[in-house]
């Protein structure tokens, strides 16, 4: 596609449950990225995937936060037994140049 | 550890007015720098970049940003702001030896009033 699509575009879950947020990169785009941005706070870097090399898990929170990518293209960032806490704007990035970022426009998820 | 701050979390312009957003970041060695900007449900928008070279950098809407490795500093400038400038303003660095991992700051709101 043109952009980068996330989907839902908002969410609404009762604490303790799973969730699951997808990013559609741009055709092509090697690079994916995860942000997490929370009311009133710059972006949180939460996870990266380049290519086929192991993903840079380093900004993930807890164990609770986890990713795929599959077939280098689609990703799916799950956060188990959600917190209120774990309420923010999920952004995803993808890039085919160095630090070439296109964001989409998020993914809402608040945590009841 | 890289760390970005912005100073001013709010700031309030007439519109025509000039515009300065600062931005100041700790890091080892020169990092590539990054302004980008936040509308109301919109997606984060590149105004501009730099990587090397010239310190004073031309980007988008009119915005430039100079960067000043004696102060650790890439601030952003507008000469005359728009009502449409009204938005969320964030600085970002990136490390010279990563392919892509940003760190924000926590960001500028921008107001504009007539």
């Known amino acids: 596609g043109a952009g980068v699509s996330q989907s839902p575009s908002n969410k609404v879950t009762e604490k303790g449950k799973d969730v699951e947020l997808r990013c559609d990169p741009i055709?092509?785009?090697?690079?994916l990225y995860w942000y997490r941005q929370s009311l009133g706070q710059g972006l949180e870097f939460l996870i990266y995937?380049?290519?086929?090399?192991?993903?840079?898990k380093s900004g993930l929170p807890s164990d609770r936060f986890s990713a795929e990518r599959t077939g280098g293209s689609v990703s799916t960032l799950t956060i188990q037994r959600t917190q209120q806490e774990d309420s923010a704007v999920y952004l995803c990035?993808?890039?085919?140049?160095?630090?070439?970022?296109?964001f989409g426009s998020g993914t809402r998820l608040t945590v009841v | 550890a890289q760390s970005v701050t912005q100073p001013d979390i709010h700031i309030t312009v007439s519109e025509g007015a000039s515009l300065e957003l600062r931005c100041n970041y700790s890091?080892?060695?020169?990092?590539?720098l990054f302004w980008y900007v936040q509308s109301p449900g919109q997606g984060l928008q590149l105004l501009l970049k730099?990587?090397?070279?010239?310190?004073l950098v031309q980007g988008i809407k009119g915005f430039e940003a100079e960067f000043k490795r004696s102060q650790s500093s890439f601030n952003l400038r507008k000469p005359s702001v728009h009502w449409s400038d009204a938005a969320e303003y964030f600085c970002?660095?990136?490390?010279?030896?990563?392919?892509?991992?940003?760190?924000f700051g926590a960001g500028t709101q921008v107001v504009v009033t007539p």
């Open positions: 990035a993808s890039s085919l140049v160095h630090y070439g970022y296109t």
């Open positions: 055709s092509g785009h090697t690079a």
């Open positions: 995937f380049q290519g086929n090399s192991a993903p840079d």
């Open positions: 890091y080892g060695a020169t990092p590539y």
């Open positions: 730099y990587f090397s070279g010239d310190t």
């Open positions: 970002a660095v990136g490390a010279t030896d990563s392919w892509g991992k940003l760190q």
